[in-house]
């Protein structure tokens, strides 16, 4: 079966398929669209379950790469189409195809306005978000990393809010600047090893000199996916413009593409240099869970808040890389992917009230249980998870990077912990203002409660959240095999640096 080339499927069949979709045309043919896209989604989604059931989890060697020779695609700097995953990568290219079809069911009735485009764009878009999760070839990462800014920027700023060209202008420009550092980067390993294979990349001897240089590439240009602070600013903005299913992509898995960067090319590329301003990364990943968490306290838009807590969370993701440990990096990963289903599904909610009120503002609600009891539950349980209560997947990646922390130092630890109170506290104060109280807006006193597409995406990822929280042991046997060599050739090659 690992003949099969199932990762081509999964890059492919969402891009070709979003091409159909836009063929549709007109939005007379808006329901043959949405069919189209929904069909895609999920035969998009189909061809990645056999990565997971055929994965070897005894091994940390890239898999599924067709079984044959990559095909040559630039013969002259030897580029090839190189795809492969390991146990990091595997679980992204799931949560990108699972959410695809989230985001097209949920945009089902929302979307009235050029609805072709509309399916077409999240479409394309997953199609390249999974050439990003498994491309072993320097230059094809780099052209899908590169080609999933359009369509978000599209997403954004033709069906987002009042303010959308300027918050689609500033997140294009913010990530296109990291982008270009990352090409010089890869342009000088090239001529470093006279390759572009990434896994050829992690075996090179970068010296020491070029080490501190090509860091700070990479901590530019995945920092602002990440995004981490100071360069987190454009986050907030794109979330509130951005139509809902923009926010859930942006959220579940544009923000994944700056840490696995980190995970893919600087901890294996320049150990050292990584070894050597670890305090700063450490220090900026506090200064996002800490201090951004406050900022959340402080927000009075639903979605502002939301995004603000996704910075916090993110920057527990880059603070477990950056332990060099099992538990950190492991528990990094599991945050990543926990985070995709929360601040995904905490979005969706969002969205639901929006679509009936017509406001973001935390101010116009209260009461909502009273008209909408099933949806205060869904928003309940996802509140909790982005809280981190036990028992929900929010818990498992926070509590496990507090643990590598703890083998690093107790007040990294302590501070890190300071998330589960600070995460609590803006959550709550939320949930409690939006859900809880008299009902004393109008609108409010006349919503009807979710309907049957609505129940079905949020029981979806309720089930997931839980899930995970209860037994997350199927979300990470599959990668200690890849973490461990991950960390084995981290340590081992700061031990053996080549001076010159």
Known sequence: MTDIPFLSLAIWIPIFGGVLVLATGPDSNARMARMAALLTAILGFAVTIPLYLYFDRNTAEMQFGGGEEPLLWIEHFKVYYRLGIDGISLWFVLL???????????????????????MAAFLIMSGLMNGIFSALDGVLFYVFFEASLIPLYLIIGVWGGPNRVYAAFKFFLFTLAGSLLLLL??????NLTGSFDILVWHKAGVPAN??????????????VKVPMWPIHTWLPDAHVEAPTGGSVVLAAIALKLGAYGFIRFALPIVPAACEDYRWLVVGLSLVAVVYIGFVALAQTDMKKLVAYSSVSHMGFVTLGFFLF?????????????????????????????????????????????????????????FAMANAGLPATSGFVGEFTVILGAMQVHFLIAFLAATTLILGAAYT???????????????????????????????????????????????????????VNH??????GKMLTLPSH
């Open 428 to 482: 709550l104060w939320m949930y409690k203002r939006v859900v809880f109280g008299e009902v004393a807006n109008e609108k409010v006193a006349g919503l009807t409660d979710i309907n049957r597409r609505e129940f079905f995406f949020l029981s979806l990822l309720a089930l997931c959240v839980l899930a995970m929280g209860l037994y997350p042991f199927p979300f990470t046997e599959v990668m200690h095999a890849s």
């Open 210 to 223: 070029a080490q501190t240089l090509i860091f700070f590439a990479f901590l530019v240009a995945f920092g």
């Open 325 to 381: 440990n099992q538990l950190g990096i492991e528990g990094a990963l599991i945050q990543m992917i926990s985070h995709g289903f929360v601040s995904g599904a905490m979005f969706l909610c969002i969205g639901v009230l929006y679509d009936r009120v017509h406001s973001r503002q935390i101010g116009d609600y209260g009461g909502v249980v009273n008209t909408m009891p099933k949806f205060a539950a869904f928003f309940m349980l």
């Open 486 to 491: 991950l960390v084995e050739q981290v340590n």
């Open 96 to 118: 990108n195809s699972f959410m695809t079809i989230i985001v097209v069911i949920a945009g089902w009735e929302s979307t009235q306005k050029r609805v072709a485009q509309y």
């Open 185 to 190: 980067a890869i342009i000088y390993l090239f």
